[in-house]
């Protein structure tokens, strides 16, 4: 927890006074650590947003290699655990997405849940959601839908022990996990697997996922849905939509746009019943783009999503 290294007093809301001893050991860490170890990050807990932390030593900074992301845990959690459908901001949402440390997005750690965000009173992602019962229907579907997120945002992303298998309750690191859970929600388990193997692009088929671009090419808060592009270079196996719904009812024939006319393939439906015998298993199906500009892009396709999913789209090369 770097805050309390740089500062003299770090208390919850207040920064305290900077400690220039704290700032010159962790520079001096960091760059022993980059002349021995080249290609190696380091990775600062300091929740402030401070560019500085991810700076380069050479130029002031503390010259670490990533910090833990508080524009993108806080804000989507609180849409996730949101009960009313009504309030949920995709503003707020788009926000998380977009943002980055010294422009670049593999500057954050990206998550939704950490020790910090399921302890002290607080709890897992799937017990705030139903805290009678954190396998409910909608704690599985709102906490993959942030999954989904975290895992198609730029950045690096960090799953917390348990939450790919619904571990309810508060976090006590004298309580063990409930490795049976793995097993009884084996679909929930390879739904995290098969969205990590996208953005790995294991198939060769959305090395978008792996870029550094994103572009928030649909915000509508009316309908609370959202849409975004990422890519590396541009281009089919490497142009990747998400279309993400953030609420109760399922839309239909929904046109957004799309980078490319042409057959965009389904890669991955949340809502697939193979993950969740409690999902809707949604006709959703790969889209046919016609060569009609929207949302900024070159052409648009009608899709339909289920209630909280999420849809990634590519094309092959």
Same mark, same amino acid.
């Not at 976090?171 to 388990?189: K, M, N």
């Not at 590396?232 to 939509?241: C, T």
């Given at each position: 927890?770097?805050?309390?290294?740089?500062?003299? $007093?770090?208390?919850?809301?207040?920064?305290?006074?900077?400690?220039?001893?704290?700032?010159?050991?962790?520079?001096?860490?960091?760059?022993?650590?980059?002349?021995?170890?080249?290609?190696?990050?380091?990775?600062?807990?300091?929740?402030?947003?401070?560019?500085?932390?991810?700076?380069?030593?050479? =130029? %002031?900074?503390?010259?670490?290699?990533?910090?833990?992301?508080?524009?993108?845990?806080?804000?989507?959690?609180?849409?996730?655990?949101?009960?009313?459908?009504?309030?949920?901001?995709?503003?707020?949402?788009?926000?998380?997405?977009?943002?980055?440390?010294?422009?670049?997005?593999?500057?954050?750690? #990206?998550?939704?849940?950490?020790?910090?965000?399921?302890?002290?009173?607080?709890?897992? #992602?799937?017990?705030?959601?139903?805290?009678?019962?954190?396998?409910?229907?909608?704690?599985?579907?709102?906490?993959?839908?942030?999954?989904?997120?975290?895992?198609?945002?730029?950045?690096?992303?960090?799953?917390?022990?348990?939450?790919?298998?619904?571990?309810?309750?508060?976090?006590?690191?004298?309580?063990? @996990?409930?490795?049976?859970?793995?097993?009884?929600?084996?679909?929930?388990?390879?739904?995290?697997?098969?969205?990590?193997? @996208?953005?790995?692009? +294991?198939?060769? #088929?959305?090395?978008?996922?792996?870029?550094?671009?994103?572009?928030?090419?649909?915000?509508? =808060?009316?309908? $609370?849905?959202?849409?975004?592009?990422?890519?590396?270079?541009?281009?089919?196996?490497?142009?990747?939509?998400?279309?993400?719904?953030?609420?109760?009812?399922?839309?239909?024939?929904?046109?957004? %746009?799309?980078?490319?006319?042409?057959?965009?393939?389904?890669?991955?439906?949340?809502?697939?019943?193979?993950? &969740? =015998?409690?999902?809707?298993?949604?006709?959703?199906?790969? #889209?046919?783009?016609?060569?009609?500009?929207? =949302?900024?892009? +070159?052409? &648009? %396709?009608?899709?339909?999503? %289920? +209630?909280?999913?999420?849809?990634?789209? &590519?094309?092959?090369?």
């Amino acid at each position: 927890m770097t805050l309390y290294m740089r500062t003299v $007093k770090g208390d919850e809301g207040d920064e305290g006074d900077a400690l220039e001893d704290g700032w010159s050991l962790m520079r001096w860490i960091n760059e022993e650590i980059a002349d021995r170890f080249p290609g190696r990050i380091t990775i600062a807990e300091d929740l402030r947003s401070k560019e500085a932390i991810t700076e380069r030593a050479e =130029d %002031g900074g503390a010259g670490f290699g990533a910090q833990w992301d508080a524009e993108f845990v806080h804000p989507i959690r609180e849409v996730l655990i949101e009960p009313d459908d009504g309030q949920r901001d995709m503003q707020v949402v788009a926000r998380a997405l977009l943002h980055s440390y010294n422009d670049d997005p593999f500057r954050r750690v #990206v998550y939704t849940e950490s020790h910090d965000e399921v302890a002290n009173g607080k709890a897992r #992602v799937v017990h705030e959601i139903v805290p009678d019962d954190p396998t409910h229907w909608a704690a599985q579907k709102r906490s993959t839908l942030g999954a989904a997120l975290m895992l198609t945002a730029p950045g690096i992303p960090m799953l917390f022990q348990g939450q790919e298998f619904l571990q309810g309750e508060w976090f006590q690191d004298t309580v063990p @996990l409930d490795w049976d859970l793995s097993e009884e929600y084996r679909g929930i388990v390879r739904l995290y697997r098969d969205l990590i193997r @996208l953005r790995l692009d +294991a198939q060769g #088929v959305t090395a978008g996922l792996t870029g550094r671009n994103i572009v928030v090419t649909r915000i509508d =808060d009316e309908q $609370k849905l959202i849409a975004f592009r990422r890519w590396q270079d541009g281009g089919a196996g490497d142009d990747v939509m998400v279309i993400a719904n953030f609420a109760h009812e399922p839309r239909e024939g929904y046109r957004v %746009g799309l980078p490319e006319q042409g057959l965009w393939k389904l890669r991955l439906n949340t809502d697939w019943k193979g993950y &969740s =015998d409690g999902f809707g298993d949604f006709a959703s199906h790969d #889209v046919e783009a016609a060569d009609e500009q929207m =949302d900024g892009l +070159a052409a &648009s %396709g009608a899709v339909s999503i %289920g +209630a909280y999913s999420v849809l990634i789209f &590519s094309m092959d090369r």
